[in-house]
């Protein structure tokens, strides 16, 4: 009996041993891009400092990144009553790496919706998963899908972000 409670013993620590193994071996989770982010953008190349809100300049907002691929925003870029928060979607690309898509309304004096906003551009997420930065494209569209092309209707942004912080 002494041989066989040796026996089961042995296969006992070697079955912990190939599990601690196992688990020393499994890459950790790669960081997520889920979550709330608090979010600084410059526009059009315009040199904003921390914490600058200048009107269609430098912004301040919130992004929401759902498990589901959806995405919410809202920032100062303009008065709320001339825009809404905009929605959209994202997927991951790489590692690190995801592509973001989202539309807001903009209205008009009377409270009428004018036209909207197409915001892309690829979010590139730091390797901690607290910070990303990202740079794109927005362009405003009527009603009817024609390109707006007044200026201030589309040109680039960059974004730099912190993940907000359970307080």
């Not at 994202?90 to 004018?114: I, V």
């Amino acid at each position: 009996t002494r041989p066989l409670r040796l026996l089961g013993l042995s296969a006992v620590l070697l079955g912990l041993l190939c599990s601690a193994m196992a688990l020393h071996a499994a890459p950790p989770p790669s960081p997520s891009l889920v979550g709330t982010w608090i979010i600084e953008v410059s526009f059009g190349g315009a040199d904003c400092s921390p914490g600058d809100i200048v009107l269609y300049s430098c912004s301040y907002g919130l992004l929401t990144f759902h498990s589901d691929g959806t995405m919410a925003e809202v920032d100062t870029f303009a008065s709320p009553a001339k825009q809404s928060w905009g929605t959209g979607v994202w997927q991951q690309t790489g590692s690190n790496t995801f592509a973001t898509t989202f539309e807001q309304l903009q209205f008009g004096p009377n409270g009428t919706a004018n036209n909207y906003d197409i915001v892309w551009g690829p979010v590139t997420l730091s390797k901690d998963g607290q910070s990303f930065i990202s740079s794109g494209w927005f362009a405003s569209y009527n009603f009817d899908g024609s390109l707006i092309t007044t200026p201030g209707y589309s040109g680039t942004f960059k974004t730099t972000a912190k993940r907000m912080p359970l307080l």
